[in-house]
């Protein structure tokens, strides 16, 4: 009886770790607040930004509820730089996970890896009213590489 408890303490352990990592992925990977993917055909206008250490420029974007912008941005730097569009929470979140392990390559929907000297684009449509942030989740740029996307209502 007691090898059998110890079983079942296992797999209910094992699946508790399992649901939790499941509800942590769903929370930090919805898109909802942020707006969702775009597609080509319905870009409503193109952005250009230039990453380098340890600033984005522009800084500061304006746009309409219910755009769908290109962001075409180019590393001028020369360091690898990274531009993810979210939640300043969601953006503090994968900023800290990046300090604590080293993934590798990582890529989001809602975000862009860019070496020194290349140019990539990000298309997003954005579905909500608000302000948005952008930032180089990079440990050590994150607290300088940032910006806010005002989103007006239509």
Not at 59 to 77: P, Y
Not at 126 to 139: H, R
Request: hydrophobic content about 35%; proline content about 4%; glycine content about 8%.
């Amino acid at each position: 009886m007691e090898e059998h408890m110890k079983k079942t303490l296992i797999v209910f352990l094992m699946l508790s770790c399992l649901g939790s990592v499941g509800a942590y992925a769903t929370a930090n990977h919805s898109h909802a607040a942020i707006g969702e993917p775009g597609v080509q055909e319905n870009v409503t206008r193109t952005i250009r930004l230039e990453a380098y250490e340890y600033r984005f420029s522009p800084s500061e974007i304006n746009i309409k509820q219910g755009e769908t912008i290109r962001f075409i941005v180019k590393n001028t730097g020369k360091k690898k730089h990274e531009m993810m569009i979210d939640t300043m929470q969601h953006l503090r979140e994968h900023e800290k996970m990046m300090r604590q392990h080293d993934h590798g390559a990582h890529t989001e929907p809602n975000q862009i890896i860019l070496e020194p000297g290349e140019e990539k684009e990000l298309i997003w449509h954005f579905t909500q009213a608000g302000t948005i942030d952008f930032a180089c989740p990079v440990p050590g740029h994150f607290k300088g590489m940032r910006g806010k996307i005002i989103v007006e209502s239509k």
